[in-house]
């Protein structure tokens, strides 16, 4: 049995998951970001995170050959944040508050927590692209809510319930 892209795309929107923005710098210094909802940890020691883009990401490259990257994890106010990011018209940091992290990616001002992180390996996944980092700093508020996506729309946590 063959399993149809849209039977399967719309099965997995049941599977609610937080947010994130990833940054990477491409050639010539210049910030690139897109959001994600693919996002795992993967191993504490030592520890190593995964995202998975899709192989016709617009720089994709900074994501799986540069430096580095870093996951801005969103909080519930952060849609538009996220909106702009899937986007791929303008620039997409404009009126987004953000500061550079010490491996030069930007992290995404408000956000609920961040991973600066080394790329170590990606690898072929169908239609998308994994890349595993390992993690070189954290940092997190310990305050609000995580921005959810569900069947394909943004929720906060209780909007459900």
Not at 32 to 39: C, L, N, R, W
Not at 85 to 107: E, H, I, Q
Request: aromatic letters at 8%.
């Amino acid at each position: 049995m063959t399993v149809e892209p849209n039977a399967f795309r719309d099965t997995l929107s049941y599977f609610a998951s937080g947010v994130c923005v990833v940054t990477a710098v491409a050639d010539g210094g210049v910030p690139v970001g897109v959001t994600i909802s693919a996002f795992s940890s993967l191993s504490l020691e030592p520890p190593l995170v995964l995202f998975c883009l899709g192989s016709e990401t617009k720089n994709l490259g900074a994501f799986t050959g540069g430096a580095g990257f870093a996951v801005n994890i969103l909080a519930e106010d952060q849609a538009e944040i996220s909106e702009r990011f899937a986007s791929r018209n303008g620039d997409k940091f404009a009126s987004v508050p953000c500061t550079a992290s010490k491996s030069g990616c930007l992290l995404v001002t408000g956000c609920l927590a961040s991973l600066e992180c080394s790329v170590v390996t990606t690898h072929d996944g169908g239609d998308h692209v994994i890349v595993v980092g390992k993690v070189d700093r954290v940092r997190h508020t310990g305050e609000d809510r995580p921005l959810l996506r569900y069947r394909g729309n943004y929720f906060r946590v209780g909007d459900m319930i």
